[in-house]
């Protein structure tokens, strides 16, 4: 797949527009696992980085490589935004799960 997008250079292009999609991928996931599971989920998100990491360090087609390089880093950022997400659903930017209990997140 490399050869073919090296080719007609667009390998970059191609990676840039992978790295936009999966950046917002991680938008609603962050919305939809905090809803659901709170900050407790923030370990998820390192374990799935390293194993990303790891597979990204071992593959050697240069496309792959920079994807699961992106995912990685992706999903690490995800930890720091299911935090400030908390301060987001107790300011009442976004819902609240009912089903958990509702604590008070300082500035």
């Known amino acids: ?3 073919f997008l090296s080719q007609y250079n667009v390998l970059g292009l191609v990676i840039g527009l992978s790295t936009f999609l999966i950046i917002g991928m991680f938008h609603p996931i962050v919305i ?5 599971w709170g900050t407790r989920c923030w370990w998820w998100f390192l374990l799935f980085g390293i194993v990303c990491i790891g597979f990204s360090l071992v593959v050697y087609d240069v496309f792959w490589s920079s ?3 992106v995912v990685a880093f992706s999903s ?3 930890i ?3 935090f400030d997400q908390e301060k ?4 009442g930017w976004f819902p609240a799960n009912p089903r958990r209990a509702k ?3 300082p500035d």
């Not at 939809?32 to 659901?36: I, L, N, R």
């Not at 987001?88 to 300011?91: F, G, K, L, S, T």
């Open 32 to 36: 939809k696992f905090h809803y659901w």
């Open 67 to 69: 994807i699961l390089g």
């Open 76 to 78: 690490f950022w995800t």
């Open 103 to 105: 604590k008070k997140v």
């Open 1 to 3: 797949m490399t050869e």
């Open 80 to 82: 720091k935004e299911i």
């Open 88 to 91: 987001r659903v107790a300011r």
